[in-house]
């Protein structure tokens, strides 16, 4: 492939797809237009760069992109990727390809690949977080989050309507791998009843007497009525089945679980979505003609952000403590028992 322009920035989508993925794609490509960069797509997250899997990308590939879910470009997790070999042989693809710019659209994980693949490949390595889960540190948002809670949200509605019908409790697990960022602002936002998540939890014993507790007071103040639990996956020991089982016994109250699963990674992202996807991948162009590499562009207080990928490390993206302590007023707010 010859090139014929100043630079040729190449784009992959890694781990977890996301809604908003395919709007950044969009971004990048036409931001390269603008700067007269030639784009390159990969298939299959680092996949494609070992096996040369690659496209180049025009801005009518990304006409009517905005506003679908998946990736285009398509995602994969690539265990054969954290091998040394595999560093040498796609920085040797990039280089036969000749790729000035690398960027990556994933999640913690993917960017711990960018990292790996520095230290093989001298060219520009930039990430752009893109993940449901909203579990990197150094950004407000990650591209998908918001949709992730919208369907998160709008399944709860529905259960809530079956749930008040039969006065039962229902429990609804949704993803996050191990961040509670979705199951709180999702029980939030549908006026659930209880929350669980891993950065809270203490133990079996002490949420089965919370939870009890609370459904007690309701059942006292306003007779029968039905309680939601939005749970995290991952926190609790044995998962639904396990925590179903616990409180039936406990309560002697029906309960059904209710897992909504990958259909959180799906559907046409929110507009909260396509707009950080549209700027972090358009800022990501302008890192790039600024010769920046080893970050992640990020969003904080709607302003860029550059963040070194290294500094990211293992650092756990703490919860807003402005939506812990919202929730633990409204969940209390209706407990009589409670100072
Ligand atoms: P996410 O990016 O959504 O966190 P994963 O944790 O599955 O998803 O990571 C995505 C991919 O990133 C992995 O399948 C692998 O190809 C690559 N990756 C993850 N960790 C490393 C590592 N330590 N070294 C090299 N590549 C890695
Ligand atoms: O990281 C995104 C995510 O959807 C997590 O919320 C979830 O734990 C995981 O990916 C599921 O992975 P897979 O699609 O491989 O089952």
Redesign the pocket.
């Known amino acids: 492939m010859s090139k014929k322009s100043d630079k040729r920035v190449a784009v992959l989508t890694?781990?977890?797809d996301a809604p908003g993925m395919n709007a950044c794609i969009r971004a990048i490509v036409i931001a390269c237009e603008y700067y007269h960069y030639e784009c390159v797509g990969y298939r299959h997250?680092?996949h494609g760069l070992l096996q040369q899997n690659h496209k180049v990308l025009h801005n009518a590939d990304v006409h009517n992109l905005i506003q679908r879910g998946g990736t285009v470009l398509q995602s994969?997790?690539?265990?054969e990727?954290?091998s040394a070999e595999s560093g040498r042989l796609a920085a040797q693809n990039l280089d036969q390809l000749g790729v000035d710019a690398l960027i990556i659209i994933?999640?913690?994980?993917?960017f711990?690949?960018a990292e790996?693949l520095s230290h093989y490949w001298q060219g520009q390595v930039i990430g752009i977080p893109g993940?449901i889960d909203n579990d990197i540190s150094g950004t407000d948002a990650t591209i998908g989050c918001y949709t992730a809670i919208e369907t998160a949200v709008s399944s709860i509605d529905k259960v809530r309507d079956t749930a008040d019908a039969f006065e039962r409790i229902f429990l609804v697990e949704v993803m996050g791998r191990h961040s509670g960022f979705i199951a709180l602002n999702a029980a939030l936002a549908s006026a659930s009843d209880h929350v669980i998540v891993p950065e809270l939890f203490v133990s079996e014993q002490a949420s089965l007497d919370t939870m009890f507790a609370e459904i007690n007071h309701r059942r006292d103040a306003h007779g029968s009525v039905s309680y939601i639990v939005v749970v995290a996956e991952n926190v609790w020991p044995g998962g639904l089945p396990a925590l179903t089982s616990a409180l039936e016994a406990r309560t002697s109250i029906d309960v059904r679980p209710v897992t909504l699963g990958h259909v959180q990674r799906g559907g046409s992202p929110v507009p909260q979505d396509r707009l950080l996807a549209s700027k972090l991948g358009a800022h990501a162009i302008k890192a790039i003609k600024e010769g920046v590499s080893g970050v992640m562009i990020g969003e904080v207080n709607h302003q860029p952000v550059e963040v070194p990928l290294q500094a990211l490390g293992e650092q756990h993206k703490p919860l807003q403590v402005f939506s812990v302590d919202t929730m633990h007023v409204l969940v209390n707010a209706t407990n009589p028992s409670q100072p």
Request: charged content about 20%; glycine content about 36%.
């Open positions: 890694s781990g977890g997250g680092y994969a997790r690539c265990v990727f954290k994933g999640g913690d994980g993917s711990r690949g790996h993940t």
